[in-house]
């Protein structure tokens, strides 16, 4: 919009030769310029082929109804449309909801409280819980789903501890989790703290660090308690890393495949079919290949607005 | 409450986070070893019948192969949208920048039935390419960063000995800027290594190209609850990537933190 803007408003002399040397493409003498399309080639033609073609393609088979094998009709929008009226997508979608609680609500929650109870301090030995507690993050998912198949399981260590609480007179709380009906969602969202919870205390701790000590200084002089301190002094001195962490959450609750798929395969029933999963169940297993592409689409939108809204949310309130 | 309890307390719940946080990890390690016994012999057993051997040759390569290749795009695409001021430079980093977001389920249909048009499913190449255009989405994001980082005195100082921009890129910049580059690496391996929706659909027939991961969803299909045997596969293939991190713990860390934010 600027340059039009400079078009329209041609002035003579050195200023606007100023100005051409400003523009894109005209630098200096001897600055590479237009050679950059070609540094960038070779980057832009495998994105272009593998994903941002797949993604077009994508989008124009979720018009269609198609099984994978015969002749595609006309959908229009009827897959969108579907992913709300299907009851059972519908079920997938609210449990992505849910989801999104366990996996980015709780873990920035618990986490942000238990920092900002310690910023009071200096925390010795950061590096190594740093490193502990970031850790479920970069253990492959599908062996993180066969570690929480074995932590759930009958003679697992959480119904061994239920068992034990049993023993002592409470009511016996032990399941088959991964198989329960009501438990299965929750549990699976239980393994979601876990990994997020870790990603979020990393980041606050590492925020609170920077937070220049004089204000929590300044905040004391002023008689401020701990509450008074939180709100006027840690919470807005970790607007942006509450943002990274609600954002690399929920978009880890987005895309939620690897653990249903080895932990529950969406069941019992549909109760942990998610979104991530049913794009993969329609197209090979009940062979609705549009209607799985209509659900990938929403999902890439999905992860875009809440992308960019967590971020907006917190440059908002910058300015 | 005075300071000293408090710090007590403090530790006192980080620690108890992190004993949370290792603990599913632990468990594995003992079930696989069966503690107290002590007893290995689960890992032959699982390497034997899981294959494991086979697949993580295959997950080398993949990896291995998908790292480089993406790792010199980004550099070059980086390069120039970091120093270079060309028309169309803005637009083309945000095309890259909107690839962050884009989820391997969004594109996953499509490249299956692409590929096995194009005889590309069950292939090495088909797992290769697509995983380079989303490693190159980042690198190409994280280059640009580091290369505008760079003083434009450098580039010039650089030009005026008569050094090409070619030239300039891996004589100069590429060796000072090893950090940044090994950060990226390090994070492209492990989200090639951990990848596991992809090779899924697109090897869907030939076993001998089955990744790790693959191969364990697998071996958990054939021992549903032998939980010592499913312990001891999901330790091999988480096994390469926990140990890097451990060495490079503040690379993996300040990448993944920053991917998601700057810009």
């Known amino acids: ?319 | 409450m005075n300071a000293r309890a408090e710090r007590f307390l403090n530790h006192a719940i980080l620690a108890l986070f992190a004993v949370i946080a290792v603990f599913p990890m632990i468990g594995i390690v003992a079930q696989a070893i069966q503690l107290p016994h002590a007893d290995f012999s689960a890992f032959g057993t699982a390497w034997r019948e899981g294959h494991f051997a086979a697949y993580l040759r295959n997950s080398v390569i993949v990896t291995a192969v998908t790292v480089v290749v993406a790792a010199v795009f980004s550099i070059m695409a980086g390069y120039a949208l970091g120093t270079m001021r060309f028309r169309g430079s803005a637009a083309l980093f945000l095309l890259f920048l909107a690839g962050l977001t884009i989820p391997t389920e969004a594109i996953v249909v499509p490249l299956y039935f692409d590929l096995r048009s194009a005889g590309l499913d069950n292939s090495y190449a088909g797992l290769i390419l697509p995983q380079v255009a989303m490693s190159v989405a980042f690198g190409t994001f994280w280059m640009r960063a580091y290369f505008r980082s760079v003083p434009r005195s450098l580039l010039e100082a650089a030009r005026i000995d008569g050094a090409s921009s070619w030239t300039t890129l891996w004589r100069v910049l590429v060796p000072i800027g090893r950090p940044a580059i090994l950060t990226m690496l390090l994070l492209t391996t492990m989200w090639t290594w951990n990848e596991f929706l992809l090779p899924l659909v697109i090897i869907n027939s030939d076993e001998g190209l089955r990744t790790a991961p693959l191969g364990l969803s697998f071996f958990q299909g054939s021992h549903k609850t032998d939980y010592s045997l499913l312990m001891a596969g999901a330790l091999i293939i988480a096994a390469p990537v926990v140990i890097v991190y451990v060495f490079l713990q503040r690379q993996f860390i300040a990448g993944m933190l920053s991917g998601a934010v700057k810009e």
């Open chain 1, 1 to 319: 919009m600027t340059t039009v803007a400079r078009r329209k408003t041609p002035k003579a002399g050195r200023a606007a030769s100023d100005r051409r040397a400003a523009r894109p493409g005209s630098g200096p003498p001897g600055e590479p310029g237009r050679i950059g399309w070609l540094y960038a080639l070779p980057a832009l033609l495998v994105y272009g082929a593998f994903l941002l073609w797949p993604l077009a393609r994508g989008a124009q088979f979720s018009l269609y109804h198609w099984d994978g094998l015969g002749e595609a009709t006309w959908a229009g929008l009827s897959n969108y449309t579907a992913t709300w009226t299907d009851p059972s997508l519908r079920g997938a979608f609210g449990h992505l909801l849910v989801l999104i609680v366990f996996y980015s609500v709780l873990p920035c929650c618990i986490a942000f409280v238990l920092v900002a109870a310690m910023s009071r301090t200096k925390i010795r030995g950061l590096t190594f819980f740093r490193t502990v507690l970031f850790l479920p993050q970069v253990v492959a998912m599908v062996a993180v789903a066969v570690a929480w198949r074995w932590v759930y399981s009958a003679d697992g260590p959480v119904n061994t501890v239920l068992g034990w609480l049993h023993a002592i007179g409470l009511p016996d709380w032990r399941h088959g989790w991964f198989g329960d009906f009501t438990f299965a969602l929750p549990a699976v969202g239980v393994v979601g703290t876990w990994v997020g919870i870790g990603l979020a205390m990393v980041l606050f701790l590492a925020g609170v660090q920077k937070i220049p000590r004089e204000l929590y200084e300044a905040a004391r002089i002023d008689g401020a308690g701990a509450v008074r301190e939180f709100f006027a002094v840690t919470l807005p001195g970790l607007r942006r890393e509450l943002a990274v962490a609600l954002t690399l959450t929920s978009i880890m609750a987005i895309r939620n495949f690897d653990l249903i798929y080895m932990a529950t395969s969406g069941g019992p029933g549909d109760a942990t079919k998610v979104p991530a999963y049913e794009v993969y169940n329609r197209t090979f297993n009940t062979g609705e290949v549009g209607l799985g592409c209509a659900i990938g689409v929403t999902l890439a939108v999905l992860a875009f607005a809440v992308t960019a809204g967590i971020r907006r949310l917190v440059e908002g309130k910058d300015a």
